[in-house]
């Protein structure tokens, strides 16, 4: 086709929510009207579909059969009217939210979305030379849109440096990148093809972009200019479709509840999953592994660290100095159940650390090659690839029969040890070679086409074995690497970061840059996994820092050969102590977030501007963190400081968590940032956040509830909840479990609060203790409740314990 005779479609059928347009060329676009915020187009040069099946599409879903889903398959979606209409070589498909209009000759489609006084505003347009590759250039995927000016963009999931994505390009190919520079090193280790567009100015005009590809792609948000095309941005795929989600939202928090919910129902993990995971590589390589790892133990028996779990590094599959997973070195652990029994009688439950790759040398590489389990060449043998320190090749899990195999090896090899749950690691499929084929299901295709969709149908199968294996069980699953839909299955963390001061930074950045790309049960390696030690202050502040982040775990393969423990500075110990207690303090908030996320699709962490998009300060760069809707985490990144200067999103005002200060929203303040303790920590006006106000310790597993109440300095109401089951089972998934309400109604001269129990409330506590800011006089009136006494402790915050009466 010639590129000065754009092809011309037309309407060639309409079956209910699927519209198909094509071209005399043999070219068609579908455009289905999902919901009335949710229109998708998909564009295939030819007519031919390259990727039948989709794994990431899953409307509140909890999973998808491992073959995937058609992707034809509109079940799960509203499919609401709309109104469709020809005239003058356009077509108009149009909800309630959206109205896409497409001129029909060249395809050259624009996105308006609905203001709140009725009127449609233009938020996308195609560029208008070439937006789509009808076979002008080669066989790659091509999506270019127009660029407006003042354009931000954000998600891309972990992307490094800064959180807004304009002017920058990049490249989503799955890498083991151990060491990145979180500022500039691209790519990294997962591929979420998802992105957030916001328009200077413009109240209505956010919306969501999701293009469903497995392909190595690129995303460029303006750094390519070129004279002949005007402004714009692009995306280009290497092979397969372009199938386009369009999203739209009132708000930036409407997209990414919408996104999350599209790619599938985040996974309730057990509440240990959001404790301190001890970690290190350096453990498991010793060639006294058990004694190290007993060493931990009493460690933090010693120091009184509260610990929950633990990740086992694959030093425990080591054969000489190489991995071979599904191996117990039975010199290292000469009895693999009793070990893991040992770690369970002192409450923490292991991870252990599973690879998708076999050495040439593995005990049963033989075994897997023969039944066909692996990444094969043409010619039928196995891929050669590099992994770790020899060359060996990858499991092919669209070989049901590998999904079986796995299901098994991870069973008879550490659940049945009393493993408690899978680390799905080093699963960045680094396949290279253009001849390697996968089994695809029985549609055989090239291996790197479907790179991402290897880790999913991974991790996919380590849960599905454990849920197997423990049915009345919530499954605890990590991975490193991952692709959109792997919330439905795993935690995650941001990898192998390095030690530095701008780590510590830019991690912030990445993880919120993940959070709202659907994926916010995350963390990073606190302290750095390589390069050298922190040093204290560093230290500190990192681990201030990520005892709010929903994944706590210190993990470290330092160049030095030392170890980031919580005792490995005496003179820090006693304040890493206190903070990890106070996460513990706040282990409740923390469920109950994670609980949102998995049943309303709310992220657990996000930057300011996704809860307060009407201040333009907050899209300015910072390092601040909104932890769940309530709390304001302002991280010290820099060396030297005691101070923080902080801005004050949104109206109303903040509390200082500290001091019990209330401070107006709408400007900056500078709060101290002593090294002791948490970091400047703000709490919204109109809150109570819900805390365990037993004693933290190493296996002490008191849980007794309270809340910190931050009322409306004048007259206004507000409720909030905490949400309580077992932390565990099965049960809170079929209705099991219940909530705490507090309601506050502050009045001029009174505060009227109410607390009830909603539900079964495992367990059936009768007694919690509420906080009151320091400066916060005025009498209280409790509904559902007795006072039973009311003191101030001895950072003069006035605890009033109180006693449920219904």
Not at 274 to 284: D, I
Not at 537 to 544: F, K, Y
Not at 741 to 757: G, N
Request: aromatic share 12%; charged share 20%.
């Amino acid at each position: 086709m010639r590129l000065d005779q754009p092809p011309v479609f037309s309407l060639h059928a309409h079956h209910g929510n699927h519209l198909k347009l094509s071209s005399p060329e043999g070219h068609t676009a579908h455009v289905f009207v999902l919901e009335d915020d949710i229109v998708r187009l998909m564009v295939l040069p030819g007519g031919h579909v390259h990727m039948p099946r989709t794994w990431a599409v899953a409307p509140g879903l909890t999973d998808l059969p491992p073959e995937g889903r058609d992707r034809f398959d509109l079940s799960g979606f509203a499919l609401p009217r709309f109104e469709l209409e020809q005239a003058d070589g356009e077509l108009s498909v149009c909800t309630r939210q959206v109205r896409l209009r497409i001129r029909l000759a060249g395809l050259h489609c624009s996105w308006d979305t609905r203001c709140d006084d009725g009127s449609w505003q233009t938020v996308l347009r195609d560029r208008a030379t070439q937006a789509y590759n009808f076979g002008w250039w080669d066989q790659r995927v091509y999506h270019y849109v127009q660029r407006e000016p003042g354009e931000r963009y954000y998600g891309l999931g972990e992307r490094a440096g800064e959180a807004n994505r304009a002017g920058q390009r990049y490249r989503m190919c799955n890498l083991d990148p151990m060491g990145y520079s979180a500022r500039h090193t691209d790519p990294l280790y997962k591929h979420i093809p998802f992105y957030i567009t916001r328009s200077q100015g413009e109240a209505c005009a956010s919306h969501g972009l999701f293009y469903d590809t497995l392909a190595e792609c690129v995303f460029d948000m303006g750094r390519e200019m070129d004279n002949y095309h005007g402004p714009y941005r692009h995306f280009v795929a290497e092979h397969g479709d372009l199938d386009l989600y369009f999203i739209a939202g009132a708000q930036p928090a409407d997209i990414t509840r919408r996104y999350t919910w599209l790619t599938g129902r985040p996974a309730f993990a057990p509440r240990h999953a959001l404790g301190y995971s001890g970690s290190t590589m350096g453990y498991t390589d010793a060639p006294d592994a058990h004694a190290r790892m007993d060493d931990f133990l009493q460690r933090c028996a010693e120091h009184d660290i509260p610990c929950d779990s633990f990740h086992l590094s694959s030093g425990y599959t080591s054969i000489g100095k190489k991995r071979y997973v599904f191996h117990w070195n039975r010199e290292k652990f000469p009895d693999p159940a009793g070990f893991v029994q040992r770690w369970r009688d002192h409450g923490v439950r292991l991870c252990a650390n599973i690879k998708p790759a076999l050495l040439r040398d593995h005990p049963r590489f033989a075994e897997a090659s023969q039944a066909g389990l692996l990444v094969q060449d043409p010619d039928g043998q196995p891929t050669a690839t590099q992994f770790w320190d020899d060359s060996g090749a990858y499991l092919d899990f669209t070989q049901p029969a590998t999904i079986t195999w796995w299901k098994a090896c991870v069973t008879e090899s550490l659940l049945e040890m009393g493993v408690a749950a899978t680390w799905n690691d080093n699963n960045e499929y680094e396949i290279w070679s253009a001849q390697a084929r996968i089994h695809g299901f029985g549609q055989p295709r090239a291996a790197r086409e479907a790179r991402p969709l290897q880790t999913l149908l991974m991790m996919q199968a380590s849960h599905s074995a454990q849920a197997a294996f423990s049915p009345d069980e919530r499954p605890w699953l990590v991975s490193r690497s991952g692709m959109p839909g792997m919330q439905r299955y795993v935690q995650t963390w941001s990898g192998d970061n390095r030690t530095s001061w701008e780590t510590l930074r830019y991690n912030i950045r990445m993880g919120l840059g993940l959070a709202i790309s659907g994926i916010s049960h995350t963390g990073h390696d606190v302290g750095g996994f390589s390069g050298p030690a922190p040093d204290p202050e560093l230290w500190l502040r990192w681990v201030q820092f990520g005892i709010f982040m929903p994944r706590f775990s210190i993990h470290s393969w330092n160049d030095d050969g030392s170890v980031n423990e919580p005792w490995m500075y005496p003179q820090t110990t006693p304040a890493l102590r206190g903070l990890m207690q106070f996460r513990c303090r706040l282990m409740p908030y923390l469920y109950h977030l994670l609980w949102r996320y998995h049943s309303a699709y709310e992220p657990m962490i996000r930057p300011t501007w996704h809860d307060f998009p009407a201040d333009a300060q907050c899209d300015e760069e910072n390092d601040d963190m909104l932890l769940g809707p309530d709390l304001l985490v302002a991280a010290v990144v820099e060396p030297g400081q005691r101070e923080r200067r902080v801005w004050l999103p949104g109206q109303g005002g903040w509390y200082d968590w500290r001091s019990g200060a209330l401070h107006t929203a709408g400007q900056w303040i500078t709060l101290a940032a002593p090294l002791d303790g948490p970091p400047p920590l703000l709490a919204r006006e109109g809150c109570a956040i819900p805390l365990n106000t037993a004693q933290a310790g190493f296996r002490r597993t008191e849980d007794e509830r309270g809340f910190r109440v931050f009322p409306f300095q004048h007259i206004g109401d507000f409720e909030s909840f905490c949400f309580e089951d077992d932390g565990l089972s099965n049960a809170a998934l079929a209705g099991q479990h219940g909530h705490w309400r507090v309601r506050v109604s502050s009045q001029t001269q009174c505060l009227r609060i109410e607390v009830h129990r909603l539900g079964p409330l495992p367990p059936t506590q009768h007694t919690l203790s509420l906080w009151l800011p320091p400066d916060e006089n005025r009498p209280v009136e409790l509904v559902g409740a007795c006072l039973q006494s009311e003191q101030h402790d001895t950072d003069q915050w006035r605890r009033l314990d109180i006693r449920v009466v219904q």
